[in-house]
């Protein structure tokens, strides 16, 4: 009984620009250039422009049908970023959420280096000073 709303998701039509592209060659490219930086919720490891899954699907068809309305990409991807959260862009933002993500690689680097030189300096013996 659960499961019947899902079920019914799936019997849906695709969205109409979901396999179709825009009749404009430039907005074609400018909604191809935008769904190559943004990942599929449902696969996570493929963009929505090479994904099958029906909620890439969707995603396409909101970005075509918002680019031929003269929307800015930028525009669109913030939107779907807050829609979404920043998992979707495969062009994470420096925030103040997402900044440890940055910075932990270089904490890591120093700590590294300065285990190293702890490690490879030769400590002089106690009369030679």
């Known amino acids: 009984m659960l499961a019947v709303p899902v079920a019914a998701q799936d019997q849906l039509p695709p969205a109409p620009y979901a396999y179709r592209q825009l009749e ?3 907005q ?3 909604a191809q ?3 190559e930086t943004l990942r599929c ?3 996570q490891s493929q963009s929505i422009a090479d994904s099958d899954a029906s909620m890439a699907g969707d995603m396409r068809n909101q970005v075509r049908l918002r680019i031929k309305a ?3 990409p930028e525009a669109i991807r913030a939107w779907l970023v807050e ?3 920043e ?3 495969y062009k994470p933002e420096l925030t103040t959420l997402t900044w440890p993500l940055f ?3 270089l904490v890591l680097l120093l700590l590294a280096l300065l285990l190293l030189r702890k490690r490879f300096t030769r400590r002089l013996p106690e009369g030679d000073e």
């Open 28 to 30: 074609e490219q400018k």
């Open 103 to 105: 910075a932990a690689p």
């Open 87 to 89: 998992y979707v862009s």
């Open 24 to 26: 404009d060659p430039a």
């Open 70 to 72: 003269g929307e800015d």
């Open 41 to 43: 919720l449902k696969c």
């Open 33 to 35: 250039d935008l769904m």
């Open 83 to 85: 829609r979404y959260g």
